[in-house]
């Protein structure tokens, strides 16, 4: 008997349903975003138990329309763990947290992921989940409810697409 659950590896068509619904939410996340510079963190819980993170530094401008990816291999392992997180077969929670860089203190709002989309989070569980472990630095950031992102369904992707 194994000392973990196994994953059971989801459907090609569930994975490019999800695929479609984590570029469509990492373009709405990027423009709730706005101008700045982000770092934004995916924690993700999967059912062998095991946690996985992602992370990726953003710059974003709107006046010219610009999106600088720091390191193009961070952002490509975010993607796939949204991807994952998205789908939901191999992951029990998760939650995606973008800190802005400003002054005087940082930003942060972020959103959990639940029933295949990002829905923002209070800002008492946002608090909750930025608060370091015991010994770690602490970096205070001001937190803020994340915007709701309009939620396109798999149809609505699939008939844009065609």
């Given at each position: 008997m194994p000392a973990r659950p196994q994953l059971i590896r989801p459907d090609d068509d569930a994975i490019a349903a999800a695929m479609s619904r984590a570029l469509t939410a990492l373009a709405l996340v990027i423009v709730a975003l706005g101008d700045g510079e982000h770092?934004?963190?995916?924690?993700?819980?999967?059912?062998?138990?095991?946690?996985?993170?992602?992370?990726?530094?953003?710059?974003?401008?709107?006046?010219?329309?610009?999106?600088t990816v720091l390191d193009e291999t961070d952002y490509a392992?975010?993607?796939?763990?949204?991807?994952?997180?998205l789908e939901g077969s191999t992951v029990r929670g998760a939650v995606l947290i973008a800190t802005t860089a400003a002054e005087p203190h940082p930003r942060a709002c972020g959103w959990t992921i639940r029933g295949g989309w990002l829905h923002p989070m209070d800002t008492a569980q946002l608090q909750q989940a930025l608060t370091p472990c015991p010994g770690?630095?602490?970096?205070?950031?001001?937190?803020?409810?994340?915007?709701?992102?309009p939620h396109i369904t798999d149809t609505e992707e699939e008939s844009r697409h065609s």
């Open positions: 770092t934004v963190n995916l924690v993700a819980e999967r059912t062998d138990d095991t946690v996985v993170r992602g992370q990726a530094d953003l710059s974003i401008g709107t006046d010219p329309v610009r999106l392992v975010l993607r796939t763990l949204l991807v994952f997180a770690a630095p602490a970096v205070r950031r001001e937190v803020y409810r994340a915007p709701a992102l």
